[in-house]
């Protein structure tokens, strides 16, 4: 009678078929964990992604605005010109002094690896007509050319963001029409009341998609 006890108190095991069907619970538990744990990963980097693009985007907008709200008419200096590659601008210098100025270029410039990108640049303060008609004829020169700006003295130049192409159009006489040349606008050429950007940006985990800007002229 004590024996009988003893032999149904006793512990049962676990069976070959119960360990290889809890090893192959944990085996599809962990799959599903990793998949798991991999979307996470790649969701979190496109958000780093697309939080850098939209990061690069504001500062080169806020820069698109600067240089035109600090364009400047004073003869016998030009504001503004767009020859339908490059947009370049007369501006007062940084700390608003206008007894300089200073050139800026906008374009589409390609790159190494044969992408374009949205590209600025930017002369030395100008303090005469002389200087300023070098940094303006340097502007059109960088932006007709493919070479890098580095080779051009004195001028800087700052890749921003990468395009596919740009356009723009001037707001004058209560109407948007394409941008032209400052030689077609003749003696009544003036800084426009609005300048609408245009820019496609390229298929990519961030941004794509054509941005629209508005700029107005202050006053």
């Known amino acids: ?57 504001q500062s080169a907008l806020a820069q698109w605005n600067s240089d035109l709200n600090a364009a400047v008419s004073i003869s016998p200096t030009r504001p503004v010109d767009w020859n339908g590659r490059t947009l370049r601008i007369t501006r007062s210098s940084s700390s608003g002094d206008q007894s300089s100025l200073t050139v800026v270029g906008w374009t589409l410039r390609t790159g190494a690896d044969g992408f ?30 493919g070479g890098s700006s580095n080779s051009m003295q004195g001028g800087t130049e700052v890749v921003l963001m990468p395009a596919t192409a740009w356009q723009l159009l001037y707001f004058r006489n209560d109407l948007w029409t394409p941008a032209v040349p400052a030689e077609a606008l003749g003696a009544n050429e003036t800084l426009p009341n609005g300048i609408r950007l245009l820019l496609e940006i390229p298929p990519g985990p961030a941004l794509s998609g054509t941005l629209s800007l508005d700029w107005v002229r202050p006053n």
């Open 116 to 145: 374009n990108r949205w590209t600025r640049w930017q002369s030395p303060p100008v303090l005469t007509r002389g200087e300023w008609q070098q940094a303006w004829q340097q502007a059109a020169s960088w932006g007709d050319s």
């Open 1 to 57: 009678m004590a024996r009988a006890c003893h032999t149904r108190g006793r512990a049962r095991g676990f069976t070959l078929i119960e360990l290889l069907v809890a090893i192959a619970i944990l085996a599809v538990l962990a799959v599903v964990s990793w998949r798991g744990l991999d979307g996470m990963a790649r969701a979190q980097a496109q958000l780093r992604d697309r939080a850098d693009a939209v990061l690069v985007l």
